[in-house]
């Protein structure tokens, strides 16, 4: 169980982070990196309407 509550704490933290990026910075990130960063904000974005 600490374990799982560790896991989505840093998973939340992580969201926070990507949240607060601009365009260009995942821009300049490698591309697999970048697009998986695009699609995790849109999720993010379609959950919280």
């Known amino acids: 169980m600490r374990l799982l ?3 989505l704490n840093e998973a939340e933290q992580l969201l926070e982070e990507l949240e607060s990026w601009s365009e260009e910075e ?4 490698p ?3 970048s697009e ?3 699609e995790l904000r849109e999720t993010v974005r379609e959950s919280g309407e």
């Open 31 to 33: 591309r697999f990196y």
């Open 36 to 38: 998986k960063a695009k």
């Open 5 to 7: 509550t560790r896991e």
């Open 26 to 29: 995942i821009e300049e990130l």
